[in-house]
């Protein structure tokens, strides 16, 4: 669970560069998991998920009956955009809201990190345009191999208030991907940005 762990925050780290749900009880057979604070966001995860949350970082992940350290997980990080490109709108929006846009503009600045950092990504799909707590947002799916393990990932950015970026992402080896990405379908409909913000 370290070795995964540390992948996950190492990954986060490089990413310092309509209406909504407001509900804050947690949805049945879940749990919340953005319980270490700054948190402006309520994350919640399935009842029998471990949440390990570290340094500012929501992170929960699938226990196992293995003894495995490559543990599928669900990570949520809120950064402070300074790259101001990010908001750069282009002159043909092509129907996209200025949200998707800033979203699209975060990842493009992301994925260049990802793509030096990481061995053997390779980009499966995105960014589409999607939503998150009713924000728009973008999706984006890719492949990495760390440490002889080839991982899929499953990532959501937001870019709220023209001030904090949003990343929500689900890791998991490629081989067990598709077994619990039902459930981050679950957490990310359930995710509830809180009201206000924090410095």
């Known amino acids: 669970m370290k070795k995964t ?16 749900k407001t509900k804050t009880d947690a949805p ?5 998991a953005s319980t270490v604070p700054p948190c402006d966001y309520y994350m919640y995860v399935p009842n029998d998920w471990t949440v390990a949350g570290q340094d ?4 929960a992940y699938v226990p196992t009956l293995e ?3 490559d543990k ?9 955009v300074t790259n101001s490109a990010v908001f750069d709108l282009p002159d043909d929006k092509g129907g996209r809201s200025d949200g998707v846009i800033f979203a699209e503009n975060y990842w493009a600045g ?9 061995p053997g990504y390779a980009l499966i799909s995105g960014p589409s345009a999607t939503l998150l707590n009713g924000l728009p947002a973008v999706r984006c799916k890719y492949t990495a191999t760390l440490s002889g393990v080839s991982y899929n990932f499953d990532m959501v950015i937001c870019i709220k208030e023209r001030m904090f970026a949003y990343m929500l992402t689900y890791t998991a080896p490629s081989d067990k991907a598709e077994t619990y990405s039902g459930q981050f379908e679950n957490i990310i409909s359930e995710f509830v940005f809180q009201t206000g913000t924090l410095g």
């Not at 992301?110 to 990481?118: F, I």
């Open 5 to 20: 762990v540390s992948i996950i925050l190492i990954i986060c780290a490089l990413g310092l560069c309509a209406c909504t």
């Open 28 to 32: 049945s057979g879940m749990k919340l």
């Open 56 to 59: 500012g970082i929501t992170a």
């Open 67 to 69: 003894n495995s350290s």
């Open 72 to 80: 599928p997980n669900v990570t949520c990080a809120r950064y402070t």
């Open 110 to 118: 992301y994925v260049s990190e990802l793509q030096s950092y990481l």
